[in-house]
């Protein structure tokens, strides 16, 4: 049996499994694959951003045409995130009638508004299917008039399992207890500090199936003793932030790893006493992600026994008397914020198995002026794939000094965030790195055609690149091959580069101007703070928008 012969059931399961970005490749294939990712695989998969402004050409768009245009479509969405711009919109027959039409096939709905009011509160009827709500709230009002409706809306989220707000109307916060028929497993309140007596309703009524949690509060102890109170409670994920200056809540943090210790990913974003952090490996073996804020770690040879982590973030005060001789050897993903100025290179030799790093130089001249320091990172981390030092500055002469590996030697690194205040193009004639895919460069002030014509050369697969901070090296000619010479490229990155013109566009439109989209075509353009370029903002969209790939284009 051919390929083409299988149903159109089966195909749809064998696409399903391919990364989104991918569709639009496997669609080009033939017509009958083209009309099973367009009508079986994207509404399922994919999410709709429904938005009044084109991504593209900046253009306002009719919300109204789109949500009709939506609601014609045999099949609905299952995934949608829905921009509402005034208050006018959600009082529009086409708004009803795309709700009517795609109600019951949401899975996942994500409203952006001015606040929740009746007219958005009235379709929330249509939504018995939805499993994850999220409401992004841009009112600075909390107390507004509650809507009459909002009874009736709230009991019709029957499915709902997992819901998210960003600054809610105080509305929500009061009529929580309306949505007493759902069984909520994870709860996300972003973007504001919530107040005890609002949260412990929905505590009170979703604590035997809640799984994940997040939260900002005021403070830390209270929420804490609250979360001790409840018996039934059995969180997996639990991220929890404080705005400090309280007191010591250690005693009531380790009775928290008591009461759960099937916990597997924890964030407390308020420092941590020296007991509190002795205290994990004790009470959280099964731990797989770890995000603390510490003074220090008293004894660092006790994280090695927290067997299953897989992710550690740490902000630390001082690590000089790391120990060597840790090894911490099941973490992959490891981020690291350090403000004493001097650095203790043994930490770097911690982790044998990381695949992902991140460094933060809070103190960012002297961090990092021991070479030894340097050495030791560069030797200990040959291993990464992905290496963020974007916010970790370095200088030339340390990375180039002799004894320092080089960035080349790092043969399976795939992204590299790298900021350097003095990078020349001396620095880029040490990445001959054939599998990277994602190039950032930052302060890059004397980089020039010379060192992007090595990069490019030796780093043929970059699929995103972005360059920023660079007053006079990066000149035309130097984009001109950039976007010629990276067949691969689909993100491009233009940051205060003050040395391009208008000829950069061009070269843009010449070297990205594809008639039908094929793999590599340019999907995403940024081109900010570019003081040469001087086109106006809709003569250079009208210029661009020749390039068919381009989805998503940011011009100032």
């Known amino acids: 049996m051919e390929l083409s012969d299988l149903p159109n059931e089966i195909l749809g399961k064998i696409f399903s499994s391919l990364p989104v970005e991918e569709f639009v490749t496997v669609s080009l294939v033939c017509t009958a694959w083209r009309d099973v990712i367009r009508t079986f695989i994207l509404p399922k998969h994919a999410i709709l951003h429904i938005r009044p402004v084109h991504p593209v050409s900046h253009e306002h768009v009719a919300m109204e045409t789109v949500l009709a245009e939506q609601s014609g479509k045999a099949f609905p969405w299952a995934n949608v995130k829905l921009t509402i711009p005034n208050e006018q919109l959600p009082r529009r027959a086409e708004f009803v009638q795309f709700f009517q039409h795609q109600g019951h096939a949401l899975k996942s709905l994500t409203l952006q508004c001015a606040e929740l009011t009746v007219d958005i509160l009235a379709v929330f009827t249509t939504l018995y299917g939805v499993e994850r709500l999220s409401v992004i709230s841009e009112s600075e009002s909390r107390y507004g008039a509650v809507p009459a409706n909002v009874e009736v809306a709230l009991r019709s989220l029957k499915a709902l399992k997992h819901l998210t707000l960003y600054l809610p109307s105080y509305t929500i916060l009061r009529s929580v207890a309306f949505l007493g028929g759902t069984k909520l497993v994870s709860l996300t309140l972003e973007r504001f500090e919530m107040e005890l007596h609002d949260l412990k309703p929905l505590l009170d009524g979703h604590h035997r199936t809640l799984r994940e949690l997040t939260v900002r509060v005021a403070e830390m102890k209270p929420l804490l003793a609250l979360l001790n109170a409840y018996d039934d409670l059995k969180l997996y994920r639990l991220n929890l932030k404080s705005a400090g200056n309280e007191d010591d809540f250690a005693d009531e943090l380790i009775r928290l790893y008591e009461r759960q210790p099937q916990l597997r990913a924890l964030t407390i974003v308020s420092e941590l006493s020296l007991r509190a952090v002795d205290a994990l490996p004790k009470k959280l073996p099964d731990l797989q992600e770890l ?178 901070s660079n007053k006079q090296g990066l000149e035309d000619a130097a984009l001109e091959m950039i976007t010629r010479r990276l067949t691969h490229l689909r993100r491009l990155s233009l940051v205060n580069l003050r040395a391009l013109t208008n000829a950069t566009v061009d070269a843009i439109v010449t070297n990205c101007f594809y008639l039908l989209v094929r793999a590599g075509s340019l999907s995403e353009l940024t081109i900010t703070h570019c003081v040469g370029i001087t086109l106006e903002k809709a003569e250079a969209i009208e210029k661009l928008s020749v390039v068919k790939s381009l989805k998503d284009l940011v011009y100032c």
Not at 360 to 368: G, P, R, Y
Not at 378 to 399: A, P, S, Y
Not at 443 to 461: D, E, Q
């Open 291 to 468: 995000e603390i804020i510490a003074e220090s770690i008293n004894n660092c040879k006790a994280l090695s026994e927290l067997r299953h982590l897989r992710r550690l973030t740490m902000c630390l005060y001082d690590v000089r008397a790391w120990d060597e001789t840790v090894q911490i050897a099941g973490v992959t993903e490891l981020s690291l914020a350090v403000t004493f100025p001097l650095i203790s290179p043994a930490i770097f030799c911690s982790f044998p198995s990381v695949h992902r790093l991140y460094l933060e130089d809070v103190d960012d001249d002297t961090l990092m002026r021991d070479i030894v320091v340097v050495r030791t990172l560069m030797e200990c981390m040959r291993g990464v794939r992905v290496l963020d030092l974007e916010n970790f500055v370095f200088k030339e002469r340390e990375i180039l000094s002799d004894g320092v590996p080089r960035f080349e030697e790092m043969e399976h690194l795939e992204c590299l965030k790298y900021s350097c205040r003095d990078m020349s193009d001396a620095s880029l004639l040490t990445m001959d790195l054939p599998y990277l895919r994602e190039l950032v460069l930052t302060h890059c002030p004397n980089v020039t055609l010379k060192g992007m014509s090595f990069l490019v050369t030796h780093c043929a697969l970059i699929e995103r690149l972005h360059l920023e």
